[in-house]
């Protein structure tokens, strides 16, 4: 079984910075990609950051500039660095990992988010 566990999140003013960690865990082979995804309260869930495993990125451009996506692969760890935080950006934000278990199946797998606040 694999699973992914975020962390970090919290209340912020706007203009400050918050970090968010991602660790996925279990028999797990290899990972493809990690992404970022956030959910505002009654918008659709979107893409904000995604690193592959050879460590292309890709953002959204809203927060292009402000966030910064990395990951330590020994560690099957990723992490979401956010500067510069806007009321805008509050939401949700879920890890998912793209994944081959240890039994060489393809696997989606979602954390259960954190929720980031950005008072103005």
């Known amino acids: 079984q694999v699973q992914v566990v975020e962390s970090g999140g919290g209340l912020v003013q706007a203009g400050g910075s918050l970090r968010l960690s991602c660790a996925a865990s279990g028999t797990i082979f290899s990972i493809n990609a990690m992404y970022w995804y956030r959910q505002a309260p009654g918008k659709q869930r979107e893409l904000v950051a995604v690193?592959?495993?050879?460590?292309?990125?890709n953002y959204v451009d809203s927060v292009k500039g402000r966030f910064t996506i990395s990951k330590d692969g020994a560690k099957n760890t990723v992490s979401l660095q956010m500067n510069s935080l806007k009321p805008e950006d509050t939401a949700v934000y879920y890890c998912?990992?793209?994944?081959?278990?240890?039994?060489?199946?393809?696997?989606?797998?979602w954390g259960q988010g954190t929720l980031v606040t950005v008072s103005s």
């Open positions: 998912k990992g793209d994944v081959v278990s240890g039994l060489g199946r393809f696997l989606e797998v």
């Open positions: 690193i592959t495993s050879g460590g292309r990125t």
